[in-house]
């Protein structure tokens, strides 16, 4: 299972989530996702914890709290969907600016 975490505040750091986690058991991985534009975080993060039963007790006890004056939203991460077919062009690689 996977964790994914939104509402953070752009502030938080791999490392920042790394230690809220931690104390619900042994955090195996965080995935803090970038905007390719900005570079900055985009707001949400995947974490994975070492059993289910630990990653169901952080749920449980973070889902709606305050954390860096956000409303942490903490739930099980669904499969990604995928949201809009690729077209034609983006399949094939080649690339058409627009003016």
Do not use: C, H
């Amino acid at each position: 299972m996977s964790i994914y975490v939104g509402n953070l505040s752009y502030r938080a750091t791999k490392e920042d989530i790394t230690e809220v986690f931690s104390e619900y058991g042994t955090v195996k991985n965080v995935t803090l996702p970038m905007d390719r534009e900005t570079g900055r975080p985009r707001g949400f993060a995947f974490v994975e914890l070492s059993a289910d039963e630990e990653e169901a007790k952080a749920i449980e006890e973070l889902d709606g709290a305050e954390w860096l004056g956000r409303e942490m939203r903490v739930n099980k991460a669904r499969p990604r969907e995928n949201s809009r077919p690729r077209s034609d062009s983006a399949r094939s690689g080649s690339f058409q600016p627009r003016y």
